[in-house]
């Protein structure tokens, strides 16, 4: 059998978009390969070990590579995903001088190529990402998280969700409600849960995603504790104000009818959580964790926590002055390679 590998020449700063856009174009997986140069430090304070050999991608790029069927036209794929990168740039996110290429290989199983990629990955002392696919033993006091990402952005081994899953076990307390935003595959949800949460609802405007956090959800046998929704944060909370039905939004076609049929639903959806919340996580982007920050701030209880990744080097003072605007205070930044997560708090006896 044939099919077809898409290769995006890029930056690291950009993968999480470009991937995401690969992803929503309908490929049946994506691998990323970033700088494996003799120069590049390696976190190995778990024990991670890298299977990949060093390679010869500059310092700072990346190579993403998405899988489609041999009957995919290719050329409209690329039609599509060149113009999304373009616009990145609107956004000060840094593409470099990307290049696009498609080649057609013969391979038996290409629609499970990219699963080479994903290895178990310890994330910290006691937690351990494991894809399903792949035999491990964990050890007696260890948390292990069963993912098949399947088409929904999110393994964990990127650092900007390895980020999210150490803040977070550092802020989760016994019993906690949690929401997470833009939730992908389910993994920040699913580590909320096994750190000690109660309940979270795992929130994401993709079908695709909202379809693989509900099979991850199960897979880790977490179905009565994780609520997946497809909706963004401000539908959560127009569904907890009781305002769902007078809800629209005519900015964006798609979203507004995944919002008027939010609203259509509201009154038989439970939340699964109460809002406001004791936690709110979000990998996303800078730019767009900049556009609802009142809206996180309204859904948290005084003294609540939020978890924000997805932050690259170049926004860091930006987001962290938004916040501090938006009238939260950081607890923490953690930091991995030139990614960001801050841990901030909304401060008690306000509302």
């Not at 998405?66 to 794929?77: K, L, P, Q, V």
């Amino acid at each position: 059998m044939k099919y077809h590998e898409l290769t995006i020449n890029t930056t690291e700063e950009a993968v999480e978009m470009i991937s995401n856009f690969l992803h929503e174009q309908g490929a049946g997986g994506v691998s990323i390969e970033e700088s494996g140069s003799l120069d590049r430090r390696r976190d190995l304070s778990f024990g991670q070990w890298y299977e990949v050999a060093l390679n010869d991608i500059p310092e700072g790029n990346a190579v993403i590579k998405g899988y489609f069927t041999e009957e995919e036209d290719m050329d409209a794929h690329v039609a599509a995903v060149r113009p999304r990168i373009e616009e990145l740039k609107n956004y000060d996110i840094n593409v470099g001088n990307y290049e696009i290429t498609v080649v057609t290989i013969d391979e038996n199983d290409w629609a499970t190529a990219w699963k080479q990629y994903f290895k178990p990955i310890r994330i910290t002392e006691r937690m351990t990402i494991k894809p399903t696919w792949e035999a491990y033993e964990p050890s007696a006091e260890e948390i292990v998280l069963e993912i098949d990402p399947g088409m929904a952005f999110g393994t964990g081994t990127h650092p900007t969700t390895s980020l999210c899953l150490r803040a977070l076990e550092s802020v989760i307390r016994e019993g906690d409600e949690v929401i997470d935003v833009g939730t992908g595959s389910g993994i920040l949800a699913i580590g909320a849960v096994k750190l000690g949460a109660g309940h979270v609802l795992a929130v994401d405007l993709d079908p695709v995603a909202v379809s693989s956090a509900l099979e991850n959800a199960r897979l880790n046998g977490l179905e009565d504790q994780i609520q997946v929704l497809q909706s963004d944060l401000l539908g959560v909370l127009k569904i907890s104000s009781g305002e769902a039905s007078n809800w629209s939004d005519n900015s964006n076609p798609i979203e507004a009818r995944v919002r008027a049929d939010l609203a259509a639903r509201a009154v038989n959806e439970p939340l699964g959580v109460n809002v406001p919340c004791d936690v709110i996580v979000a990998n996303i982007l800078a730019e767009i964790i900049l556009l609802f920050l009142d809206d996180v701030y309204a859904a948290l209880k005084p003294g609540g926590m939020y978890v924000a990744s997805g932050i690259y080097e170049n926004k860091e003072e930006v987001v962290a002055s938004a916040l501090l605007a938006s009238g939260f205070e950081i607890v923490d930044r953690v930091r991995e390679d030139k990614w960001i997560a801050f841990v901030a708090a909304k401060p008690q006896g306000e509302r």
